[in-house]
């Protein structure tokens, strides 16, 4: 059953129960976590934008640039897509904005763009409390999701390793703060699933604590990837865990996993663009900017380049900053 009372939302949180503190938006942090920059503020590329994050795209190993982009056709209102910073909007250039949509996202590709294939992935270290978190200051992409929503696939399927996280039937096995250096230059960081019940309670408030207190101390931390299962109706605790993240001005990324899977309409299974749709129009108030978000399916593969080059802008972009 879909949730209708999101104004709840702002005065009870059953996962971090975090004091509200102002109206939520999609932000990216400079390094110093301290002075929040608008993905929306800085609109001031040139021109040239476009052919030169094609000519750095072209670059990239084993990438198709056309298999990666929306067609020209698709049709997306600028109020509800994601604009990396220094994106220009206009459609004076070679291309109009509508065809630099990353496929199944609302994600426009940026200058920023670039270096986004895994050469090379390997674990690195799991920690329980942040201070033992590696302390190399690589920046950092975090992996967090109710339990059983496929995230140790996804995160399998964005390095091309079968076995590089450890996956399960049985949710709540990533019990850890799970550190994986990619490249000798990043890392990919799977975080503990929550919502899984099964688990001892004391168990869960150690995860909620530790995971809390990486999302609002962790210094190279550029974005939160929110996992989302598309293949059903939208989960309280999902939209409670994104209002979170929101009002704390954590980046945030939302990933809808499992978008393969499709629902016999005569059972009153709803298509997993119906599910995105929904839950993006659930948490949409609670936003000032639209916050990103990409289909995957760790089945498929879908999504995978999708994600891997929004990281890689958003990695540069902070890199640079």
Known sequence: MFITHLPKLQSHFSIFHPTPKFLITSTLLSKSRTTPLSYFSSI???PNTLLQTTQELQQTKNLEIEDVLEKPHIEISVEKLFLPPDTDV?????RPLSSRILKGSNIVLSKYAGDAQVEQAEFVKSSVETEQCPSDGL???????RSNVGKSSLLNSLVRRKKLALTSKKPGKTQCINHFRI???WHLVDLPGYGYAAAPHEVRTDWA????DYFLNRPTLVSVFLLIDASIPAKKIDLEYASWLGQNKIPM???FTKCDKRKKKKNGGKRPEENLQNFLELIQKFFQTAPPWIMTSSVTNQGRDEILLHMSQLRNYWLKH
């Open 139 to 145: 920046p950092e992409f975090a992996l967090v999701g």
């Open 253 to 255: 990324t939302l990933v």
């Open 183 to 185: 490249n000798d230059s």
């Open 209 to 212: 604590k530790f995971t809390k």
């Open 90 to 94: 206009s459609c004076s250039g070679s």
């Open 44 to 46: 001031t590329a040139t």
